[in-house]
């Protein structure tokens, strides 16, 4: 199904409310408790080495109970999630509002930066350090 | 176009297409002038079945969604370790059917 305005932003609104969902699961626990309890991530299962990602979770509860230096010590990516988790709400709902279409044409930038050589070979690189960083953390 | 031509060309790239689009293509490729032909033979698909095994291989580094272009997509499912694991396994039954639909969309842009 080709990814229209309607199914992008209700994708994007039900993924927000698992994400919320998934906070409020998990938000009495301590953010080094969640890694314990908590095993969803495929790589970490059958490699036994985390993935690029992991951590977000616990970064995202540090970042929530002001802890900005632990924050960025689980996962730097906990601090984008937590901005689009942020944000995105406020920006379908102005778009559900006034009927307009901004959320979705600057995916289309996003993804047009993106696809740039300049752009994309630092932030690979920077996923790999992330990566790599994870993996001698070992969280 | 020639008719045998646009039939080879058929024979060669179906399996990257979709199935209810070939009709259409083969009729659009039929009224089409014999100079687009060279540019037909030149046109390079992704083999779903290839992106099938990156996407087991690699589905929560979102590799499979960067390959068929779908870049934004790719950060999300990147970024959501492949939607907490449930993602890369929607992706796994989805990803060849979407794949095919890319190659379809991309050889539609090009003879319309």
Redesign the interface.
């Known amino acids: 199904m080709p990814l229209t305005r309607n199914r992008f932003n209700l994708f994007v609104a039900l993924a927000c409310l698992a994400g919320y969902g998934w906070l409020v699961l998990i938000g009495s626990l301590k953010p080094e408790e969640v890694g314990s309890r908590y095993d969803f991530c495929l790589v970490r299962h059958f490699a036994h080495i985390p993935c690029p990602s992991c951590g977000s979770t616990r970064s995202v509860l540090s970042l929530l109970h002001g802890d900005l230096a632990g924050g960025l010590y689980w996962n730097p990516l906990g601090l984008l999630i937590l901005i689009v988790l942020l944000v995105a709400p406020f920006w379908l709902g102005y778009d559900l509002l006034f009927k307009k279409g901004t959320f979705i044409q600057s995916f289309h930038l996003f993804e047009n930066t993106l696809r740039r050589k300049w752009v994309a070979i630092p932030s690979i690189a920077l996923v790999l350090l992330n990566w790599v960083w994870n993996i001698w953390k070992g969280v | 176009m020639d008719a045998q031509n646009v039939d080879y060309f058929l024979m060669s790239n179906a399996k990257f297409l979709e199935d209810h689009q070939i009709y259409h293509i083969r009729e659009r490729l039929l009224a089409m002038d014999e100079s687009q032909w060279r540019m037909l033979q030149f046109m390079q698909f992704t083999d779903p079945v290839i992106v099938l095994i990156v996407s087991i291989l690699t589905?929560?580094?979102a590799i499979d969604r960067f390959l068929i272009g779908d870049?934004?997509?790719g950060?999300?499912k990147?970024?959501?370790?492949?939607?907490?694991?449930i993602w890369?396994i929607v992706d796994w039954i989805l990803i060849m059917g979407i794949t095919r639909?890319k190659n379809t969309?991309k050889l539609m842009m090009a003879i319309y």
């Not at chain 2, 990147?78 to 694991?85: A, F």
């Open positions: 589905g929560p580094l870049v934004g997509l950060v999300i990147l970024l959501t370790c492949g939607g907490l694991g890369v639909r969309e």
